[in-house]
């Protein structure tokens, strides 16, 4: 599947301290695996970020979840590290068919319509594309080959029922439920609520996966050695992160909503059918976006739609600065006054690099460090941005215009904040 342009990024002329993360599974903020600055040390860092199921336009919700793992992609390139970047799209899922059947579109035109919308987004917002960019359809030879291992190592099942399906054994792996600790009642509660099928006669217990669907009329269907039908969602994201990552990598990012099931059984699957103890060294997961006060949400009908607000002329630039505002992981809130916070911050931001006749490039080295603190420590935005506020209230205007200085600071800014201090 075709990714988006690339956006220019400038190098930051100074060294960073490492990147640390909160880590969902041993809920604690530690260095992430390879990101040491040490160039000896520099391996190139695996990061899986859970992608869309293209039914919808992209509303602030994803921008943030996808916007706080551009600046973690951003973090590590500024330090030198190379990054591979993998992220899904599931075009094959009920709400995609759901959707095409109450809108009467082919299900296949929806997802590539509303795909390329989400590309033009991610665009518009400076995110660095992922170098994998993996649709479910294509993938589907993946998946398959997965089951079968899982069913090969007696990690799946399949059920004796009119329509077979195939279902991960949820006990197979002893470390089922570190990624994301809940309790059993917990993981039975949001199981039922987010897609699980608790009460399907057949299986051997209720918190079992589906990982193969058999074919029913009037659904896509793919053949198998095992019988024709699709691929669960969980196994989608196992296969497509673990055949070009390895079998664990450093990252595994999404939403927090997909702490459990989906990251949960996403380990589970790999860690089944590759034998490993831990799939990612990070589960990292961004809070949710509300509006007003309100959750965001589909069902409520109060979603912010960011090729809506482009379209209204508000800058992407703003929109990165507004999401950054609070910390990744908070469930925050959008609103008029958030955005225009921002657009004013940004226009602050501006006026002081125009005005710093006085900064010298040495100046804006401790700046960029200055503002790389906070980021490094659990990509706390709001404290950069508190470090730029108060560069911006102490620039002063200088005949000369800006010093040598500013260039630094605008590549700086940009190349980790993806926010263009010059249009």
């Not at 599931?90 to 759901?98: R, Y």
């Not at 200055?370 to 108060?390: F, I, K, W």
Request: hydrophobic residues 40%.
């Amino acid at each position: 599947m075709q990714s988006w342009p690339h956006p220019a990024i400038s190098p930051v002329p100074v060294d960073l301290p490492a990147l640390r993360l909160y880590d969902t599974a041993d809920d604690a903020i530690k260095p992430v695996v390879g990101s040491s600055p040490a160039p000896s040390e520099q391996a190139e860092v695996g990061m899986y970020v859970c992608g869309i199921t293209p039914y919808d336009s992209t509303h602030l919700g994803h921008a943030a979840t996808y916007l706080t793992f551009d600046t973690i992609n951003r973090y590590l390139r500024a330090c030198g590290h190379g990054v591979h970047y993998v992220q899904n799209v599931t075009d094959v899922d009920d709400p995609l068919f759901e959707r095409a059947e109450r809108d009467g579109v082919d299900w296949r035109h929806l997802g590539d319509a509303q795909t390329d919308l989400f590309r033009s987004d991610m665009t518009n917002l400076s995110v660095i594309p992922p170098r994998d960019f993996i649709g479910a359809i294509e993938s589907v030879g993946e998946a398959i080959a997965m089951v079968q291992q899982l069913l090969d190592r007696g990690a799946a099942y399949q059920v004796d029922d009119e329509y077979p399906d195939i279902y991960a054994d949820y006990s197979f792996t002893p470390q089922f439920g570190y990624e994301s600790r809940y309790d059993p009642a917990t993981m039975a509660e949001l199981f039922a609520e987010r897609g699980g099928d608790p009460q399907r006669p057949g299986k051997r217990h209720p918190l079992d996966a589906l990982v193969w669907r058999a074919h029913r009329p009037g659904e896509p269907r793919w053949e198998a050695p095992f019988g024709a039908g699709r691929p669960g969602w969980h196994i989608e994201c196992s296969a497509i992160a673990t055949n070009r990552l390895g079998a664990s990598f450093a990252i595994q990012g999404g939403g927090v909503d997909l702490r459990f099931p989906h990251h949960e059984y996403s380990a589970a699957h790999a860690e089944a059918a590759h034998q490993v103890d831990r799939m990612a060294s990070h589960y990292v997961h961004a809070g949710m976006i509300g509006l007003d006060g309100t959750k965001m949400s589909k069902s409520l009908g109060n979603l912010v739609f960011v090729s809506k607000l482009t379209a209204a002329g508000h800058e992407p630039a703003a929109i990165r600065l507004g999401v950054f505002s609070q910390h990744y992981r908070s469930d925050r809130d959008w609103s008029a006054a958030v955005l225009r916070d921002a657009e004013e911050r940004l226009s602050r931001w501006r006026r002081a690099l125009a005005d710093s006749a006085d900064m010298t490039a040495e100046e804006a080295k401790e700046l960029v460090v200055r503002v790389a603190t906070p980021l490094s420590q659990d990509l706390d935005t709001p404290g950069a941005l508190e470090v730029l506020d108060d560069w911006a209230r102490s620039a002063r205007p200088g005949a000369d215009g800006p010093g040598e200085g500013a260039e630094v600071v605008h590549a700086a800014v940009d190349a980790l904040l993806g926010v263009r201090l010059r249009r």
